[in-house]
């Protein structure tokens, strides 16, 4: 146990860079799924063209391909990222995204015709309609899939330990060469740092289903 | 009858497959032979010189992913200054290169191995300490690397040196000794951490990092690669001598090969050997062979 303890400041940092990481590129994640799942429906002909180009690219590209291009390769066309982390959280954020879409989409689909029928009659327009009637509605129905998103994306940030951010996957790399003799409690620490993020976000994804369901 | 238009399918394939192999093992023959000549020789009843060269078989673990030391060519055969080190040995065994068999060995897996008795030696820029003496022996060393630093060509920023480290961005490997060695004893540096060095390089191309650490031996394979790009500071500050791994206990079998390498400092072969593999890469001339520890 003087082993964690020691250590503890390190296992404190690495945690709290996997969680930075993970709730920033969620926040911007859903913020573009959003966007984009609103062009994907959109009345636009080159929004939704464009949308579904999107998300057929990212969320048909490796995780850690798109990595790859944001740390090295767009370097060659003279654009960089101000740090790493921000590299990551971009990877994390356009990948993820590419699902929040598709998951939003899968909810406004479940909303009833009649519903959006039901708002322009009373003189919507197509924002309007969408941003009072159909998206409120659509987000009580994905909850769960969004759930599931939100555990991968936690998950999916130890891709960014092999570019260079000091994140819990990265701690074990370094503990389990410099404190090989204590693997079992590194790993139990590094596993607990995960879950500490994922079990939480499982309970609380199960209380606002409930809560938020819609009764028809 | 679909069954049997499948088989066809495999035994056609099969035999391309076996035309292939046939091709490279020509391809083997036909290689310039190694520095090292086979010698008839005799060993005394019962020791382990006697047991391989009874079974016919030298077993090696080296690396196959480290240019210039142990590195597979296209045929699959590893190739380099440690593979030439193996050649040595077992030719002053009386076996020829036929009768080596090489098993890949990495970095973690090199202590396990020999304990399992799965190889008789390891020669695989294998670094000489005493937490891993608690597990194997060690005979040697035959080569003497170092942590160096790489830097951008016409070093721009004046690296001479780790001191020089202070205040700058350098890219090493997470979880390797030349990482920890910074952070430790130069915890002024900026340390940017990867998975793998060829990423390092590549930040040191895009002026993302200052500078890239690890041992000499990996970064001459980056320089060579890239001469317009990198350059080495060559001013060593580590000592990684690299032995070769036998199982604990093996005194005699130790001595003989600590014989073997002393010979081929003497006789020029070792010489030899660096300046076909590890310096036909790097271009540099054989170093001094490093003294022989006898523990």
Redesign the interface.
């Given at each position: 146990m003087s082993f964690l303890a020691e250590n503890f400041p390190l296992i404190r940092d690495a945690f709290l860079t996997t969680l930075s990481l993970a709730v920033v590129s969620g926040i911007c994640a859903l913020l573009l799924g959003t966007l984009l799942a609103a062009m994907r429906v959109s009345p636009v002909p080159a929004l939704r063209g464009l949308a579904t180009f999107y998300v057929e690219l990212f969320r048909n590209t490796p995780l850690t391909v798109v990595f790859f291009f944001l740390a090295f390769g767009i370097v060659y066309i003279d654009l960089q990222f101000p740090s790493r982390f921000l590299t990551a959280v971009a990877a994390l954020a356009l990948y993820t995204a590419a699902f929040v879409c598709e998951a939003l989409r899968s909810g406004i689909n479940a909303v009833p015709a009649g519903q959006a029928e039901a708002a322009r009659a009373l003189g919507l327009d197509f924002r309007q309609s969408l941003t009072t009637v159909v998206l409120p509605q659509a987000f009580r129905t994905v909850v769960p899939p969004l759930g599931n998103v939100w555990i991968a994306l936690a998950k999916n940030t130890s891709i960014a330990a092999g570019f260079a951010v000091a994140d819990l996957t990265a701690l074990l790399q370094r503990l389990s060469n410099s404190a090989a003799d204590e693997l079992a409690l590194v790993f139990v620490a590094v596993v607990a740092g995960y879950l500490v993020i994922t079990l939480p976000s499982a309970y609380v994804i199960s209380v606002l289903e409930r809560r938020l369901a819609i009764v028809r | 009858m679909r069954i049997t238009r499948y088989a066809a399918g495999f035994a056609a394939a099969g035999l391309l497959l076996a035309g292939c192999a046939s091709e490279a093992g020509n391809q083997a023959e036909e290689a310039p032979e190694t520095t090292a000549e086979v010698e008839e020789v005799e060993f005394p009843e019962g020791s382990t010189m006697a047991e391989i060269v009874e079974a016919g078989e030298l077993r090696v673990g080296t690396k196959i992913d480290q240019p210039g030391f142990g590195l597979a060519n296209t045929a699959g055969e590893p190739e380099g200054f440690d593979v030439e080190m193996a050649k040595l040995i077992a030719a002053k065994m009386g076996l020829s290169e036929d009768q080596i068999t090489f098993t890949e060995t990495v970095s973690a897996n090199r202590e396990p191995f020999l304990v399992e008795d799965r190889v008789d030696i390891v020669v695989a820029t294998y670094t000489i300490n005493d937490k891993r003496k608690e597990l194997i022996d060690f005979a040697g060393p035959y080569y003497e690397a170092g942590q160096d630093i790489m830097v951008a060509a016409g070093n721009p920023e004046n690296i001479e040196g780790p001191d020089d480290l202070a205040g700058k961005s350098v890219?090493s490997v997470?979880?390797?000794?030349p990482?920890?060695n910074i952070r430790t004893n130069y915890p002024e540096a900026e340390l940017?951490?990867?998975?793998?060095y060829s990423?390092c390089a590549?930040?040191l191309r895009?002026g993302?990092v200052d500078a890239v650490t690890t041992d000499n031996v990996i970064l001459t394979g980056f320089v060579a690669g890239a001469p317009d790009a990198f350059e080495l500071v060559g001013n060593p500050f580590t000592e990684e001598p690299y032995g070769i791994g036998v199982q604990k206990g093996e005194d005699e079998f130790r001595d003989f090969i600590n014989d073997v390498l002393e010979e081929a400092y003497e006789n020029g072969t070792w010489a030899a050997a660096w300046d076909k593999t590890a310096g036909a890469i790097t271009g540099t001339e054989a170093p001094e062979p490093p003294s022989v520890n006898r523990y």
């Amino acid at each position: 146990m003087s082993f964690l303890a020691e250590n503890f400041p390190l296992i404190r940092d690495a945690f709290l860079t996997t969680l930075s990481l993970a709730v920033v590129s969620g926040i911007c994640a859903l913020l573009l799924g959003t966007l984009l799942a609103a062009m994907r429906v959109s009345p636009v002909p080159a929004l939704r063209g464009l949308a579904t180009f999107y998300v057929e690219l990212f969320r048909n590209t490796p995780l850690t391909v798109v990595f790859f291009f944001l740390a090295f390769g767009i370097v060659y066309i003279d654009l960089q990222f101000p740090s790493r982390f921000l590299t990551a959280v971009a990877a994390l954020a356009l990948y993820t995204a590419a699902f929040v879409c598709e998951a939003l989409r899968s909810g406004i689909n479940a909303v009833p015709a009649g519903q959006a029928e039901a708002a322009r009659a009373l003189g919507l327009d197509f924002r309007q309609s969408l941003t009072t009637v159909v998206l409120p509605q659509a987000f009580r129905t994905v909850v769960p899939p969004l759930g599931n998103v939100w555990i991968a994306l936690a998950k999916n940030t130890s891709i960014a330990a092999g570019f260079a951010v000091a994140d819990l996957t990265a701690l074990l790399q370094r503990l389990s060469n410099s404190a090989a003799d204590e693997l079992a409690l590194v790993f139990v620490a590094v596993v607990a740092g995960y879950l500490v993020i994922t079990l939480p976000s499982a309970y609380v994804i199960s209380v606002l289903e409930r809560r938020l369901a819609i009764v028809r | 009858m679909r069954i049997t238009r499948y088989a066809a399918g495999f035994a056609a394939a099969g035999l391309l497959l076996a035309g292939c192999a046939s091709e490279a093992g020509n391809q083997a023959e036909e290689a310039p032979e190694t520095t090292a000549e086979v010698e008839e020789v005799e060993f005394p009843e019962g020791s382990t010189m006697a047991e391989i060269v009874e079974a016919g078989e030298l077993r090696v673990g080296t690396k196959i992913d480290q240019p210039g030391f142990g590195l597979a060519n296209t045929a699959g055969e590893p190739e380099g200054f440690d593979v030439e080190m193996a050649k040595l040995i077992a030719a002053k065994m009386g076996l020829s290169e036929d009768q080596i068999t090489f098993t890949e060995t990495v970095s973690a897996n090199r202590e396990p191995f020999l304990v399992e008795d799965r190889v008789d030696i390891v020669v695989a820029t294998y670094t000489i300490n005493d937490k891993r003496k608690e597990l194997i022996d060690f005979a040697g060393p035959y080569y003497e690397a170092g942590q160096d630093i790489m830097v951008a060509a016409g070093n721009p920023e004046n690296i001479e040196g780790p001191d020089d480290l202070a205040g700058k961005s350098v890219c090493s490997v997470e979880g390797s000794t030349p990482a920890e060695n910074i952070r430790t004893n130069y915890p002024e540096a900026e340390l940017v951490l990867y998975d793998a060095y060829s990423k390092c390089a590549d930040d040191l191309r895009n002026g993302n990092v200052d500078a890239v650490t690890t041992d000499n031996v990996i970064l001459t394979g980056f320089v060579a690669g890239a001469p317009d790009a990198f350059e080495l500071v060559g001013n060593p500050f580590t000592e990684e001598p690299y032995g070769i791994g036998v199982q604990k206990g093996e005194d005699e079998f130790r001595d003989f090969i600590n014989d073997v390498l002393e010979e081929a400092y003497e006789n020029g072969t070792w010489a030899a050997a660096w300046d076909k593999t590890a310096g036909a890469i790097t271009g540099t001339e054989a170093p001094e062979p490093p003294s022989v520890n006898r523990y």
